[in-house]
């Protein structure tokens, strides 16, 4: 069975850079067809697509993010990450890691979520 | 402000019908798939329905979901107290060139 488990500081100050890991195990990071995704959601708020990333490195983001998002594979560990710069209190909020069947497709495994404040 | 456009809130008494809608635009839903994704209080969303009215395994059939024009729906049949969830549809967008999510729906089952 598929696990993805984000980790990462869950206390960030504001200006600075958010860093998460996200581990996959019970299957590889490199299968070919599958994307691997950062979705977030704000305390009491909805779902937000952050970018995805293919084994081989190819990202896409979410326009709105993009100027300050940086997803990385790492295939000898079996992990992805994410950074995302120059963080405010606007992007407090869990944020999931997840599997995606393709690049505009549905994301069928998900992390647990890890929550991060942004706040000094 | 989400790109797809969803009710706030549903609700329905057990063994009921309802229906939560979703609706988009001729870039997203209207030239691609749509998916719903059913989260639970506390945990993290899960894949309801993919490509607009497919059911993982393990999905009980009284949920389905469907798909017209730019808006889609999904519709859940003999409702149960553990149906109660926020319900989340989402679907590539051309012109933002990725994924947007509606804004989610708050079942009640009362």
């Known amino acids: 069975q598929l696990q993805l488990q984000e980790s990462g500081p869950g206390l960030v100050k504001p200006s600075e850079t958010l860093s998460l890991t996200c581990t996959v195990s019970g299957g590889s990071i490199s299968s070919s067809s599958y994307y691997w995704g950062w979705i977030r959601q704000p305390p009491g708020k909805g779902l937000e697509w952050i970018g995805s990333i293919y084994y081989s490195g190819s990202t896409y983001y979410n326009p709105s993010l993009k100027s300050r998002v940086t997803i990385s594979v790492d295939t000898s560990k079996n992990q992805f990450s994410l950074k995302m710069s120059s963080v405010t209190a606007a992007d407090t909020a869990v944020y999931y890691c997840a599997r995606q069947v393709g690049p505009a497709e549905d994301f069928d495994y998900w992390g647990q979520g890890t929550l991060v404040t942004v706040s000094s | 402000q989400s790109v797809l456009t969803q009710p706030p809130s549903a609700s329905g008494t057990p063994g009921q019908r309802v229906t939560i809608s979703c609706s988009g635009s001729?870039?997203?839903?209207?030239?691609?798939?749509v998916y719903w994704y059913q989260q639970l209080p506390g945990t993290a969303p899960k894949l309801l329905i993919y490509?607009?009215?497919q059911r993982p395994s393990g999905v009980p059939d009284r949920f389905s979901g469907s798909k017209s024009g730019t808006s889609a729906s999904l519709a859940i049949s003999g409702l149960r107290s553990e149906d109660e969830a926020d319900y989340y549809c989402?679907?590539?967008?051309?012109?933002?060139?990725?994924?947007?999510f509606g804004g989610g729906t708050k079942l009640t089952v009362l």
């Open positions: 001729s870039s997203n839903i209207g030239s691609n798939y």
């Open positions: 490509r607009n009215n």
């Open positions: 989402a679907t590539w967008d051309d012109s933002l060139s990725g994924v947007v």
